[in-house]
C-alpha cells in the first residue's frame, strides 16, 4: 500500500491532543526504543503482505488498518525520518514522517487498539521480523507522552502503587487465604491442608494473578489441592504475589522492571528456592523472558509455570489422575505469551491428556493458535471493546468447530476473554483452567 493510500482518519483520542513538549518526549523514547535488533524489524519489512492472513484482526475485519505490516509501517514511517538519510532530506520520497498530533493518533488507534502484540504475524513473517517487538516499541514512545488508554494506565498506575493491579489490601488477601484454606481442608477432607503463607525455605514460591482471589478464588484451592497431594513444600507471599505485568503491554519498561523486581524480593525475602508463575501468559512471559532483559542480567533463581511442575508430579507419580473425572469433551486454547513467545507447549497437554477423557485440538493450535483477543492490555481498553469482540470471533469459530463442552486455558487474560465470546457468540461451554481440571481428575 502506497502512503498516499493510507487510511488516515481515526476516532477521536488523547493522543491527537499532545503538546508539543510530549510528543517530542515520544519521539526521544522511540529513538531510546529502536535499538539495532528492532531497528532492522523496521527496515526489513518487504511489504509481502502475507501477515494479513495472520492476523485475527484482520480476518474479523479486512480493513487495511489491521494489517500487520500496516502497523509496522507506522512505526517505520517516523523512525525513518528521524534516522535515515532520505527521511531527512526528501521525507516524502520514502514515506517518512513527524510524529506530530495526527500522526501519533493513528498510531494510538493501530497499536493499541488494533493489534494484541500476539506475534502470530511474526511466526508467518516471510522475513523473520518480530513485528509485535516493533509494535511494542510504538507503545514506548506513546506511554513517554502519557498517551496510554485510560484503563491500562489505571491498571499499571494501581500496581505500581499497592503492589498488585487489583488494589487489593494486604488484609483482604491474607484474609481471603485463611478462608480458602478452610475450603481446602474440605475439600481435600484434611484438616492438616494449608495455603501456607510467608512460609520460611519453601521450595516454591507460588504466585497468583490478583483476579485469582477477587473473583476466582476456586482457582487458588485447585493448586492447593494439587499441592497438597503431591506433598509439596511451597508458600504463597504476604506482600508482592502478583505475577501480572501490565507494564508489558503498555510499553512501560521501567515499571514492568519494578513490577518484576517485587517477586525477586518475595524470593530473597522468603528463601524460596523456584518462582513459579501460576496460569498466565504474559506473567510467564514478562517474568521469566523480559525481566532479565529489563533488569540487565537472569534473576537468581529458576523461573518455572505452574504447568511444569504440576506435569512433573504426574511423571514422577506424585499425584495419579483419573481422567473418568472429566468425561465431557475438552479443547485448548493456547495462550500466545505462554506458547508461542513462552515456549510451554506440551505440559498443558500432556495434562489434559491424563486428566480428560476426551481431549481435542483446535485447528490451528500450539504456536500456529489465534490469539482469543484478550490480550496486549486489550480488556483493559474500554474504548476498543467492540473491536475487541469482533477479533474474538476467529477464535469463538475455532471453539465452535470442535464440538467442545469445556474450553481449558491457562491465562486468566485468556479466561476472562473467552468467557465474554462464550457470552457474545452463545458458545454454550463451560471455560475452566488446566490445574481446576487436574483437581478435579485427583485420584490421591
Known amino acids: 500500500m502506497s502512503d498516499n493510500e493510507r487510511p488516515r482518519t481515526v476516532p477521536d483520542n488523547p493522543a491527537a491532543e499532545l503538546t508539543p513538549e510530549a510528543l517530542e518526549?515520544?519521539?526521544?523514547?522511540?529513538?531510546?526504543a529502536l535499538n539495532g535488533r528492532v531497528a532492522?524489524?523496521?527496515?526489513?519489512?518487504?511489504?509481502?503482505?502475507l501477515c494479513a492472513e495472520t492476523c485475527h484482526y484482520y480476518l474479523a475485519d479486512p480493513d487495511p488498518r489491521n494489517i500487520p505490516a500496516y502497523k509496522l509501517q507506522l512505526v517505520n514511517s517516523v523512525f525513518s525520518r528521524r534516522?535515515?538519510?532520505?527521511?531527512?532530506?526528501?521525507?516524502?520520497?520514502?514515506?517518512?514522517?513527524?510524529?506530530?498530533?495526527?500522526?501519533?493518533?493513528?498510531?494510538?488507534?493501530?497499536?493499541?487498539g488494533r493489534c494484541s502484540g500476539c506475534g502470530r504475524c511474526s511466526l508467518h513473517c516471510s522475513v523473520g521480523l518480530d513485528i509485535a517487538r516493533a509494535i511494542r516499541a510504538g507503545r514506548t514512545a506513546l506511554a513517554a507522552a502519557g498517551a496510554v488508554p485510560a484503563g491500562l494506565a489505571s491498571t499499571v498506575k494501581t500496581a505500581v502503587e499497592s503492589g498488585n493491579n487489583m488494589g487489593i489490601p494486604r488484609e483482604d488477601w491474607l484474609e481471603t487465604i485463611v478462608w480458602l484454606e478452610e475450603e481446602l481442608q474440605s475439600e481435600t477432607g484434611d484438616p492438616a491442608a494449608r495455603l501456607p503463607m510467608d512460609q520460611a525455605g519453601a521450595r516454591l514460591l507460588y504466585t497468583v494473578n490478583p483476579r485469582e482471589p477477587k473473583f476466582f478464588p476456586l482457582t487458588i484451592v485447585a493448586v492447593g489441592k494439587i499441592f497438597h497431594a503431591a506433598r509439596e513444600s511451597w508458600t504463597l507471599a504476604a506482600d508482592h504475589f502478583d505475577l501480572t505485568n501490565y507494564g508489558l503491554f503498555s510499553g512501560e519498561?521501567?515499571?514492568?522492571?519494578?513490577?518484576s523486581a517485587r517477586l525477586g524480593e518475595a524470593m530473597a525475602r522468603l528463601g524460596a528456592g523456584t518462582l513459579v508463575i501460576g496460569e498466565c501468559g504474559h506473567g510467564f512471559a514478562a517474568n521469566r523472558w523480559e525481566?532479565?532483559?529489563?533488569?540487565?542480567?537472569?534473576?537468581?533463581?529458576p523461573v518455572r509455570s505452574i504447568l511444569e511442575v504440576v506435569e512433573e508430579y504426574v511423571r514422577e507419580g506424585r499425584i495419579r489422575l483419573d481422567p473418568s473425572r472429566n468425561p465431557k469433551r475438552v479443547n485448548l486454547h493456547d495462550p500466545c505469551n505462554l506458547v508461542r513467545q513462552g515456549g510451554i507447549f506440551e505440559p498443558q497437554r500432556f495434562l489434559l491428556r491424563h486428566a480428560a477423557a476426551d481431549f481435542v485440538e483446535m485447528t490451528p493450535h500450539g504456536s500456529d493458535n489465534y490469539c482469543c483477543g484478550g490480550g496486549g492490555g486489550q480488556l483493559s481498553m474500554a474504548e476498543f471493546t467492540d473491536r475487541r469482540l469482533q477479533a474474538g470471533r476467529i477464535k469463538a469459530e475455532q471453539i465452535r468447530a470442535t464440538g467442545a463442552q469445556i474450553v481449558a486455558a491457562p491465562c486468566h487474560n485468556c479466561l476472562d476473554q473467552l468467557m465474554e465470546l462464550n457470552k457474545h457468540y452463545k458458545l454454550g461451554v463451560e471455560i475452566k483452567s488446566v490445574c481446576e481440571l487436574v483437581a478435579d481428575a485427583l485420584a490421591n
Open 25 to 32: 518526549a515520544a519521539r526521544q523514547a522511540l529513538d531510546a
Open 291 to 301: 525481566y532479565p532483559e529489563w533488569s540487565g542480567g537472569r534473576p537468581p533463581y
Open 253 to 259: 519498561n521501567q515499571k514492568a522492571q519494578l513490577m
Open 83 to 112: 534516522a535515515r538519510l532520505m527521511g531527512r532530506i526528501a521525507p516524502a520520497w520514502i514515506g517518512a514522517r513527524d510524529l506530530d498530533g495526527a500522526e501519533a493518533a493513528e498510531w494510538f488507534d493501530a497499536l493499541f
Open 40 to 49: 532492522a524489524y523496521l527496515s526489513g519489512c518487504v511489504r509481502c503482505g
